[in-house]
């Protein structure tokens, strides 16, 4: 697999969504929404795993949600971003492998949106 380097990278926060336009020219755009449910940090992923294996996502979802405006972003050295959210949530380093992976358009997953990380 050929690692692919973002060329550009787009926040539109009016359509609530994160464009990466990649080396090869392919253009991903992922909803904050998604990005924010799939927030790779240990505290997320924690709590994603402690919901599924009490298969409780009511007590998930009547929660208080987080936050899915995005404050700021920043690069993590070239193999990453991180994401600031409005609720001060900064943990989570989106790495480009994984997100290219998971690219949502219909031509990389025909089959629909993949999480960005496999939750164990
Ligand atoms: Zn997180
Ligand atoms: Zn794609």
Redesign the pocket.
């Known amino acids: 697999m050929t690692i692919q380097k973002p060329r550009d990278i787009a926040i539109d926060r009016a359509a609530s969504q994160l464009t990466i336009t990649w080396a090869d020219n392919h253009r991903s755009e992922y909803a904050l929404r998604w990005l924010r449910a799939n927030?790779?940090?240990a505290?997320?992923?924690e709590e994603r795993r402690t919901a599924a294996l009490e298969t409780d996502f009511l007590k998930l979802a009547s929660g208080p949600l987080p936050s899915t405006q995005i404050a700021g972003a920043e690069l993590v050295g070239n193999y990453a971003i991180r994401l600031r959210w409005t609720d001060n949530?900064d943990?989570?380093i989106y790495t480009f492998v994984l997100l290219r992976a998971s690219c949502p358009c219909p031509q990389c997953h025909p089959e629909g949106v993949v999480p960005l990380l496999p939750d164990e």
């Open positions: 927030c790779p940090c505290t997320c992923r949530h943990t989570g």
